[in-house]
């Protein structure tokens, strides 16, 4: 159980474009997702906090306007970066928290390498 | 803010060997989390402890939450080369919708 999907998971593009990964919980619903952006050799850095229903809660530094979370369904939250420019390029990781009551873990997703041109 | 020094930054070691890790915080967390990345996928749940004190065990793994909520260890017994990875250390604070805090990680690389 707890399987969070991520797609795509290997992007490249060219600079300007905008590319939608999907975060989807398989087999629970999560309330709350994460979305996560990691650099090589180092830790996760968290983004926005994505509610179902409500606004992202964004990070110190993170544009809202650049990085576009949408978390329409209990299972799926999308995260949009918008007019991409090579410093965009990353591993973009999404994890999910189940919405039953009590201290539940939050799952990963497999990652996103997005390469832009 | 909060932050987690996660040490040792890297090891090597032999297959066979123990592996001990652990992580350290100023601030008190609820709850002590570890996870697995190996390249290019997502980390992977290895152990959750959730009480103070509480020692957990997944295998060869065995994790401790400390007595002062500050602080967790990882253990490693008897290591296989696919024990090779990146550990990461993860707090929580919870309330709904916390985020968790990572570790910078540590690093493992096994020979045989």
């Known amino acids: 159980g707890a399987v969070v999907s991520q797609h795509p998971s290997w992007v490249i593009c060219k600079s300007g474009t905008s590319v939608k990964i999907e975060c989807r919980s398989l087999?629970?619903?999560?309330?709350?997702m994460f979305w996560y952006r990691q650099f090589p050799k180092q830790s996760l850095m968290l983004m926005a906090t994505?509610?179902?229903?409500?606004?992202?809660?964004?990070e110190q530094g993170v544009e809202k306007d650049k990085f576009l979370i949408n978390h329409a369904s209990l299972t799926l939250s999308t995260l949009t970066v918008t007019s991409a420019h090579p410093e965009d390029s990353s591993f973009y990781i999404c994890?999910?928290?189940?919405?039953?009551?009590?201290?539940?873990?939050?799952?990963f997703g497999d990652g996103t390498r997005l390469s832009i041109l | 803010g909060q932050q987690l020094n996660q040490s040792p930054q890297s090891m090597f070691i032999q297959e066979g060997e123990d592996v001990s890790m652990n992580c350290t915080s100023s601030?008190?967390?609820?709850?002590w989390l570890w996870y697995k990345q190996d390249p290019g996928e997502g980390p992977v749940l290895l152990i959750a402890?959730?009480?103070?004190?509480e020692l957990t065990s997944n295998g060869r793994l065995t994790a401790q939450f400390g007595i002062t909520r500050k602080d967790s260890f990882l253990n490693i017994s008897a290591s296989i080369p696919s024990d090779v990875g990146i550990y990461f250390c993860?707090?929580?604070?919870?309330?709904?919708?916390?985020?968790?805090?990572f570790g910078k990680g540590t690093t493992l690389s096994v020979s045989s």
């Open positions: 087999d629970f619903q999560a309330t709350t």
């Open positions: 993860a707090g929580q604070v919870y309330q709904a919708g916390t985020a968790l805090i």
């Open positions: 601030s008190i967390f609820n709850t």
């Open positions: 994505s509610n179902e229903g409500s606004k992202a809660t964004y």
């Open positions: 994890s999910a928290r189940a919405r039953t009551g009590g201290d539940q873990p939050q799952h």
């Open positions: 402890l959730y009480k103070a004190g």
